[in-house]
């Protein structure tokens, strides 16, 4: 028996929701012609797919569904094999049987549809922004590090033994590992970002965004760079300035991640040490960045393995001092854990410290301490590094931009 049609507002809603999306969807499609320069399905031939689901819904007889979905399908296969000796891909077809069960699901899922159609849209307008991405942007290599970093995330992850292991019980295989995705995820982001905005975009963007990769690298490079073009030492030091601007902002959304409450706290002082990087070094560096030259700055996919497992087991290091340091020490030891790990890498020392306010084993105060002492030494880490491989005034105006991001860190901690 056929349901009563309803008739309020709401059913209006649906209908004019399940409009728009088809008309979205369609006109994006009926502005990609087919092979032979015809344009064959567009804003009619969505719409009317998202209103036929819509229908569908509103009067409620499930083999009515069926059939009429089944019908749908039917002859969008048949105007695909008509044109099968000129177009091979399926993309318009399959929207349109999207779009038909987008506008089904408008009554009773509103937000999921509507967002789902424009995230549709967008996809298919990014044709050949992907295309280009997939086949010059990432290389063979990247394709096939990423695809064996995320079968052992989805593989061996969720067999891993979600316990305390170890003395004071500081190894936790799943913790540990999770923290590890999210960092490499953060990176890749970086990366992947790189990759898109490719040469020709600056070197001023091309550090910002490799300072979500790793700032060690991209000072690294910087300083290499230094030393080979002397010249170019002021520049150099004033994009490294800004690539490390960025570590504040990353660190805090790594803080977010794990404990909210923390990274509250911490938000004043680094996103204005961040600002503070980033807007100073461009004023400074405003006149001799026109004629920054463009170079690489040599950085590696975060979803290799092997760098994965490395940094795997740096945390189990860090949470061994951290754990270790505050079961023989207090507090104190937790301190001393933090400075000895910001030689090495502020983020894990963050994600430890996030942990353990998460835990409630750390009081908020200490944990924020422990994530400036630990940016602290990891400054003086890269200073010494730009020093000794790169320029004397490459190691001047990093100095400077770094002593300037701390201090600033340092007066809004203390107010």
Known sequence: MVAALPANVEVFRAFGEALAIGMLVGIERYREPDLDGRRSAGVRTFAVAALVGAVCHLVNDPLLTAVTFAAVAALLGIGYWRKSQLRLGLTTQFAAILVFWLGYLTFDHELPAVSAGIVLTIVLALKHELHSFVLESVSEREFYDTLKFLAVVFVVYPILPDRDLGPWGFFNTTRIWQLVMLVSGLSYCGYLAMRVLGPGRGLQWSAIVGGIVSTTAVTMSLAQRSRATPDQARVCGVVAVMANAVQFPRLLALAWAVDPGLALRLAPALLVMGS????????????????????????????????????????????????????????????????????????????SAASKVAEGSLAADSAEWVVFLAVTTNAVAKWIMAFTSGTRPFAYWLGGGLLTMLGTGYVMTLI
Do not use: H, K, Y
Not at 278 to 286: D, K
Not at 302 to 324: C, D, E, N, T, Y
């Open 276 to 351: 503070v990087g980033l807007t100073g070094a461009w004023w400074l560096g405003r006149r001799v960045m026109r004629q920054a030259p463009e170079m690489a700055l040599g950085l590696s996919n975060p979803f290799r393995l092997l760098p994965a497992l490395q940094f795997g087991l740096f945390f189990v290091v860090i949470f061994f001092l951290v754990s270790g340091g505050e079961a023989l020490f207090g507090e104190r030891g937790i301190f001393v854990a933090s400075l000895l790990a910001g030689l090495g890498d502020a983020s894990a020392i963050t994600l």
